[in-house]
């Protein structure tokens, strides 16, 4: 029957909520993954459609801009020449009409020349001052005219002729940036250098610095070093105003040759990135100190043309647009934009769908479920588990319990079968045998009425029933009814009981059957369990206004352990002393109830070999 219920309540449990818990879990599972796998297609569709679009539009941009001949984003046009790209300050042309303007006319280019012969080889400054003043008088052009004063005062300044040097070289000053020598450097720029040591001119030499940075997008590499330097020399000279100027005059000029060396570089790898050969609608991606975009193409003399666009005005508006971001292949992540962008990456922000938010919301909630889900099957399991282990345990308590009373019934129905047939069949005719026969029968009936009354009161408490008649009982009388109950098995198992009982302690308000029956579990126990010393100790006295009834025995004890738990119904303490001795496990349980239903309670102390006092304490009737 109980196997049946058991059967009943596991099916249950696996068919209301194992099963659908399982399979809930199954298809929430694959629908999610259907639905993430659904959204990432979707997601990388929408990402191809928007890459497709971006790179066309983004062509289109970059087209418009090759055909403006002038346009803030692009950085720069630059010829192919000879399978050489060409840069600007390679083809200057104010470097060129330099190199014609001083080299005509012959007179003049050879004044020039006699002047630097006597200067750096020969050491004659004097020679080399009066050819300088010479190609000055001969000078036709305001270019040649500034040159040669340049170098005029430049043999004077090695002259230490100072004044007449810096008077020269304040006039070179004034030429316009645009007059330059055969590197690219202005050369008011040099008469500057000249002028350094002056405190007069620096706001000229200001001015003169700030207009030759400003005067090309690109500077030839040695114009960009003799400004550095010289910004390098004026910062050691100026005075204090002039320090946030020339800090930010640096700053730009040190961007301006980072800029210039990532030309540099794009020359040499023009070719690796074929860029020495028009190619319509294809925009390498040149990452350097700013990232640029490079376009070909042929001009209509078949020249091949480079264009280099600043790349982040193009990016600006995809970027700020769609969520998304531009970068250089040779970086991880992303991915290409299209074949005509070599070199260029772009990541979509929350790339990959399981970041969507929406998809990261849907994850929670149905984790969230799951979690809820599985914690409440685990909850439900748990409880089931621990009813059904509740009710296997009482199960098996019962079951030891009939097998018990069973056997505590049998063994005095034995005796009494015995001893009665052996008086029937009239063997002993022996008048003090005889007594004793009967003694034991009767003795014997008085234990199985004991073990009946025992089952009987807790199978009425257990109902519920009230099972108590209450009058006043006078205590030591009542004690001394259950010690003479016992009289005869005390005696024939040779137990020294011995009794210490105050007689003067007033009445209490009790059912003397039932604290009868109380005490003689008590008694009955301390000789069960008394081992080889068969001395038990009964008091009865008073204590803080209660009556305090004692058992002692000096037999096996009990285990710290235990001491609560020998109060519980049927429970046994699984001693191997206990095994040999028959018992139900009901009779402290008893005690208890019937003590507590007094108004009073019991407890032991105890230890294993020590022996065992349990104390009663009932409330006194005249004090209450
Ligand atoms: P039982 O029928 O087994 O004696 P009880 O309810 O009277 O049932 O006692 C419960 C358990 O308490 C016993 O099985 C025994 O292990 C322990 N016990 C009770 N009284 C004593 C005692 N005087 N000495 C040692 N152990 C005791």
Sequence with gaps: MRRTRHGWQLIVFVGAILLPSVALVVVSQRTMQQSLELAGK???????????????????????????????????????????????????????????????????????????????????LDTAARSYAEALRLSADPLQSAYSRLLLARALGKQRRTAEAATEARQVLQAPVDMVD?????LSVEAAALLLASPADRTAIRR?????????????????????????????ALPAEHQAWIKDFRGRLTASIRLQEQLQALQNDAARLGLLEPRKSVWTFYQGAEPWL??????????????????????????????????????????????DFPGLKVLFAGAGAADAPGSRLTNWLYYGALFVLVGATAFGTSLLWRSLRREMELAETRSQFVASVSHELKTPLTAIR?????LQMGRSQDKEVQNEYLETICSECERLSRLVNNVLLFAKIEQGKSVYRFRRVALADNLRRAVHTLSYPLAQHGFELRMDLDEDLPAVNADPDALEQAVLNLLTNAMKYSGEKKEIDLRLGRRNGEAV???????????????????????????PENQSVPGTGLGLTLVAQIVRAHGGCVDVESAPGKGSTFTIRLPLASET
């Design 549 to 575: 009834i004692q058992v002692t025995d000096y037999g096996v004890g009990i285990a710290a352990g235990e001491h609560a738990r020998i109060f519980e119904k049927y429970y046994r303490a699984p001693t």
């Design 294 to 339: 490079v376009g070909t193409d042929q001009a209509a003399d078949g020249q091949v043309l480079v264009t280099v666009v600043r790349a982040l005005d193009v990016f600006r508006p995809f970027e700020a647009a769609g969520n998304l971001h531009f970068f250089a292949s040779t970086e991880p992540g992303g991915e290409l934009l299209a074949d």
């Design 182 to 186: 055969e590197d690219g450097v202005p």
């Design 418 to 422: 015995m001893f009665a047939e052996t």
């Design 42 to 124: 979707r997601r990388l569709d929408e990402q191809r459609a928007a890459k497709e679009r971006i790179a066309r539009e983004m062509l289109a941009r970059l087209e418009s801009l090759k055909r403006a001949a002038s346009d803030p984003q692009i950085a720069l046009v630059a010829r192919v020449e000879s399978g050489h790209l060409l840069l600007p300050w390679e083809s200057d042309p104010a470097v060129r009409r330099f190199r014609e303007l001083t080299a005509r006319p012959p007179a003049f280019a050879a004044s020039l020349s006699r002047g630097e012969q006597a200067e750096f080889a020969g050491r004659d």
């Design 208 to 236: 003169v610095l700030t207009q030759a940075a400003e005067a090309r997008a690109w500077q030839s590499p040695i114009a960009a070093f003799t400004l550095s330097n010289l910004a390098d020399q004026l910062q050691q």
